[in-house]
């Protein structure tokens, strides 16, 4: 088990790295609002900057957003520390929305803003961040339905 947490670490730590990575790249070799078709007409690397959530919502919440992040890497960490126990799922599921957490948290605490740039035309322009965070949600969700589903068998 020691292997898994150390697995949810590592795995956190390269999705913030790729995320920093990526940013980094995008704000350096691209200007706000530039679109760079990748798989045209589907997928194109459109940098914008983004102070709210998801599609834009409660834009200048960054307070907020780093509340919320901040209680989401606590939360994780204190019901890991609780729980020696985990199946690969949830840790896989953890590690992802830890690092995506922590890379648009680190954004948002010395930006007050993230960068964007993952543009599927007609959809909201994301980043791989918020598709860690996505996924891992995900993940967690559907380890913890099945859990649920399991417990519920054997109670028959």
Known sequence: MRRRKFGILVLAVV??????????????????????PVLPPVLWITYITNSGAAFSI???GAPLFI??????????????RRHPQISRLFAWGSGLL???????????????RV???IHFRYFA???????????????IVIEFWRKDQEDGRSAD
């Open 115 to 117: 960068i964007d740039y």
């Open 125 to 139: 322009i994301f980043n791989l961040a918020d598709s860690a965070i996505v996924v891992g949600i995900a993940l």
């Open 58 to 60: 409660l834009q200048h």
């Open 67 to 80: 509340a919320i992040g901040v209680v989401i890497l606590v939360g994780l960490v204190v019901y890991l």
């Open 15 to 36: 999705i913030f790295a790729l995320d920093r990575l990526i940013k980094g790249l995008v704000a350096t070799h691209m200007v706000p609002g530039q679109s760079v």
């Open 98 to 112: 830890a690092g995506g957490t922590a890379g648009n948290l680190w954004d948002r605490i010395v930006a007050g």
